[in-house]
């Protein structure tokens, strides 16, 4: 991140509660027995989208003028202990379940994170789940250099054109393919050539606010967002109890919400930049939201384990939200542990011990500068 560039704590806090409706999604047929209530929380896995947009964004908004393999390994050093840690104890604590590829090749691309890319369920989802997503994200960052320069061209009309063409792509691609189920799950929910367009979308939110796009009342952006949430989710929920159970495909879920997901990241920047962040940039929920990866990658492991022991339910049976309430507690405080004990150590390792590299060609990722950087805040990188 550039010195000049404004931190977005809103955009952090709000990492959390995407975090919080993933979690919400894998755990609540568990806890909950009420099918409506268990219908609309399936769906939190739209919080998957909400990180790549909200990925695409900051990376595009905190650029700063480096090297492409310096953003690389510091992007590295960021994600990949934790996911790494998580990952090995899943497979020491879990192994009876055989939640492991049956390949090297299996194993190997796990360890590059790469495993999104393999419609084999034991790779792309084998061990600690949730880490498919940083397949995604590695993806994402290799792109980036390449992505970022495109970017730094284009005007209001020609983000508002790149933008419309993505989101084209993104309804036309599952509509014109055809593959049996299984391979159309995995085309359009894990693999990363696709929900890189979330990313995208993410970055050209970035550069409309850099060339000034602005919520002038933030919280008014903040009701419609939740307001088109609401709606999206009762719509999808109640489509899902009318066909007895069968669920909305992912894409159009994901493509239903986006919308609202932009309109929620453009207002927590809008706030951030006017200076009238109020709940969001408060200390507890920036808090929660730094520790929002670490919930990601703990909170699937622990479920296992409360699942296959019957802890918090008695006798294996569905339990209520007090039970759900300490579930997610016990979360967080692993989560918090996580953070500091492992994820920021390893990251301040890692990046003291940055690989130097030499290139005989300029850095290929500019710096934006705006007319915000004189009174922008310093932070670090």
Known sequence: MSAGTKKLNSLTSLRFFAALAVVLCHVNPYFLSN???????????????????????????????????????????????????????????LWTRELHPASVAGWLAQVFLLQAWDPNTSVRTGGDGPVWSLSCEAFFYAAFPLLIRWLGRLRARGVALAAAATVAAMIIAPLVTHVNAAEYYWLFYYLPGYRICEFIIGMLLARAVRLGLRIRYPSVGYLAALAGLALWAWGIADATVRDHGTNVGR???????????????????????????????????????????????????????????????????????????????????????????????????????????????????????????????????
């Not at 909400?50 to 994600?79: K, Y």
Request: charged share 15%; aromatic share 14%; net charge positive.
């Open 35 to 93: 099918l409506w209530q268990r219908d609309t929380i399936s769906y939190g896995y739209v919080g998957v989208s909400f990180f790549f947009l909200l990925s695409g964004f900051v990376l595009t908004w905190s650029c700063a003028e480096q090297s492409a393999t310096g953003f690389w390994w510091r992007r590295l050093a960021r994600v990949w202990p934790l996911a790494a840690v998580m990952m090995t104890v899943a497979y020491l604590v």
């Open 251 to 381: 894409p159009w879920v994901a493509l239903l919400a986006l919308p609202s997901l932009a309109l929620l990241v453009l207002a927590g920047a809008s706030a951030d930049l006017g200076g009238t962040a109020r709940l969001l940039g408060r200390r507890l929920p920036v808090l929660f939201g730094t520790w929002s990866f670490a919930l990601y990658l703990v909170h699937d492991v622990l479920f296992l384990l409360v699942s296959e022991h019957g802890w918090l339910s008695p006798h294996g049976k569905p339990g209520g939200v007090g039970d759900l309430v300490e579930f997610i507690a016990i979360a967080m405080a692993l989560a918090g542990l996580a953070h500091y004990a492992i994820e920021r150590p390893a990251e301040r390792y890692l990046r003291a011990r940055r690989p130097r590299v030499r290139w005989p060609s300029r850095p290929p990722l500019p710096h934006f500068r705006h007319r915000w950087a004189r009174r922008a805040l310093p932070t670090d990188a």
